[in-house]
């Protein structure tokens, strides 16, 4: 999640609903993700890409899942938006939506000797800051 995002996602629909003042229609948001800043992907790939001993396969994530409706509710707090704002529920669950265990970051840890440090409400308020920015230029 972060700056440059299709509209149709999560965050960026999110910022526009705070922007608009609106409510948005949620599904229940008990799905868990390993939400990871694009900054910190960004930053992981360059350090991969400097490493001289990558390994062939690893995960590029926090290892910490998070709820949907937990992303959302940190994503109100930075917007200010009312909570009731988020009406969870108003959407059906998808009967395919993936279940997530943690993600596996040891061979990233190990190999890098490093991890994503932006926890989510500093990644959501940096692609806010980010939004507002480019909107006010």
Request: aromatic fraction near 6%; include cysteine; glycine fraction near 6%.
């Amino acid at each position: 999640y972060g700056e440059g995002e299709k509209p149709n996602r999560l965050l960026p629909q999110l910022m526009q609903a705070a922007q608009e003042g609106s409510a948005i229609d949620l599904t229940s948001g008990i799905q868990e993700r390993d939400f990871t800043c694009v900054h910190d992907v960004a930053e992981g790939l360059l350090r991969l890409a400097l490493c001289p001993h990558p390994p062939k396969l690893l995960n590029l994530g926090t290892g910490r899942l998070l709820s949907v409706r937990e992303f959302c509710r940190v994503a109100a707090k930075v917007f200010a938006m009312p909570e009731e704002h988020l009406r969870f529920g108003t959407r059906t669950d998808r009967d395919d939506e993936m279940k997530h265990e943690p993600v596996n970051i040891s061979r990233l840890t190990s190999a890098l000797e490093w991890q994503p440090t932006n926890d989510v409400r500093e990644g959501i308020q940096r692609a806010w800051n980010a939004r507002i920015e480019k909107e006010d230029s």
